[in-house]
């Protein structure tokens, strides 16, 4: 399909669903007449949010995964519009069998039945980048193998070189355009919908994931089999578990979902304060339970496509946000957001006090199991973009992984309250990392590189000082250069002023031009700059005379 073919079809889904209106009354008065031909159409009666899902669930699968994407961005769109996309459900035919071998024998250099002793040519799942078919290793491992959609990269790029397109429009012509950074939020989804297609990436996500929970009775994440497994093929454990989402399933089983709730909060805080490595699309799709210990259930999560982390700055003053704004201490919430430059150090404290205490006091009326703890990240978000905050994509992949968490949590058990569950483990945390032990452990991480810098620190101290030195003596030397020239300045009142421009030009030729002086020009202290000035200064004046 070419582009044209491609825009004309956006065109016409986005008049069936009227779209215009979403944007009608954000157009400049001067370009407001292009919709009078549009108002012809038969008025909209669902609302805006239904209306943007339907569209984008009829142009496709990569515009359906961008409004998934656009849904984790609470901090620019309406909640009624973002949650209206959290419903999108990526569900694609799948691609004919065939492809799908043709894929796994070229990707592996091998034949179908060298590898497997069984496979299930009907895959088991199909979405818009991949598909995948359960099958048994000749070793005897029961596995499944996920493969790339053929010609699907191509499709990305046309796709979103026409959502570019749109967004730069947006960004030119609306009032809000620049405020909703609709081309930062394409130009993000380019780049996890391109990681999503390379599976050796996610292979090494799922690697790294499972060696974090090894022998954890919280989190299985299933085995990678390396042999299988490249860009276009990924070989993994076949996983047997319970949909998180079936309850009646795991009431059936006698899941403590009470327990298993609170296990997912506690796996959730675990991944971003111990490993600074999370699992970012822990949507219930990717996460199954498992039946053989029911007090205290283990999740399964498949599918380590999109990994957030988050550095060790920014874990340790979330930590001390969060248990801030537990703690109403809004001050400390302010002053946290500008030493940790999420906003410009000239933020006035007072104000940003205030507009946190303006947000966060209504909702803690509330009872405290009532709370969304990730709505209430978003609303302080927002209220901190007000204030030049500049969100970070990891802080966004956060906000997504705890609103799913919190919303299957409660899914579960109804009465979780987050609050309580987080506390004590952000103060736990907060408390080891300033341990001896925790400090040890940080100090040890850069110990290697300490031991490697030792030696040469006599040499550099060394060098340190021969600079400082040659420093002086080049200043003194500078002093003495700019007092003769003063001196001589002061004896030659008789010269012409042709004569004087002459001296200011050379003298100030003879200190610029040497090289070692102008080298250390830079670094001159102030007084320097001043004498030289002044030597300017005086050569200047006596040329007048």
Known sequence: MSRLTRFGKITRVALRYRLDTLIEGQLPANLRWLTFPLRLLPAPTLTAGLRLRLALEALGPIFIKFGQMLSTR??????????????????????????????????????????????????????????????????????VAKVIRP???????????LLL?????????????????????????????????????????????????????????????????????????????????DIDTLKAHNIDLKALAERGVEIFFTQVFRDSFFHADMHPGNIFVATNNTDKPQYIAIDCAIIGSLSEDDQYYLARNLLAIFKRDYRQVAELHVECGWVPDTTPI???????????????????????????????????????????????????TLLNIEGLG????????????????????????YSPLGILKRASRNMPAWLEQLPHLPDDLLNHLKQSRKMVEQNQDLQQRIDDLQSTLKNSNNT?????WVLACIATAAIIAQPAILSALSTLPAASWGLLALALLIALRHSRR
Not at 80 to 109: T, Y
Not at 128 to 134: G, K, L, P
Not at 411 to 430: G, R, V
């Open 165 to 245: 397109t749109l967004a730069k429009l947006v960004e030119r012509y609306l009032p809000d355009g620049r405020r909703l950074k609709p081309t930062e939020v394409v130009n993000d989804y380019r780049i996890t919908i391109l990681d999503e297609l390379d599976l050796q990436r996610e292979a090494a996500n799922t690697s790294q994931l499972k060696r974090n929970f090894y022998d954890s009775d919280l989190l299985h994440v299933p085995e990678v089999y390396w042999d299988y497994t490249n860009s276009q093929v990924f070989v993994m454990e076949r996983i047997y578990g319970i949909p998180v989402t």
């Open 410 to 433: 409660r899914q579960l058990y109804p009465q979780l309250d987050l609050w309580t569950t987080a506390q004590p483990f952000l103060e736990k945390w907060l408390e080891q990392r």
């Open 151 to 161: 010609g699907i990269e191509k499709i990305i790029e046309q796709d979103i070189a």
């Open 350 to 400: 007072n104000e940003f006090e205030s507009a946190m205490r303006a947000v966060c006091e209504p909702i803690f009326e509330r009872p405290l199991g009532e709370i969304s703890f990730g709505q209430l990240l978003i609303y302080l978000f927002q209220t901190a973009r007000r204030f030049d905050m500049e969100i970070q994509p990891s802080l966004v992949l956060l906000q997504k």
């Open 496 to 500: 012409s002023r042709g004569t004087g």
């Open 74 to 143: 609470r901090d620019l769109l309406p909640s009624d519009i973002a949650n209206e996309l959290a419903k999108l459900q990526d569900r694609v035919p799948p691609f004919p069998e065939q492809q799908s071998i043709d894929i796994i024998e070229a990707g592996l250099g091998l034949k179908i039945g060298d590898v497997f002793s069984e496979f299930e040519n009907t895959p088991m799942a199909s979405a818009s980048v991949a598909q995948v078919h359960a099958g048994k290793l000749k070793t005897g491992e029961n596995v």
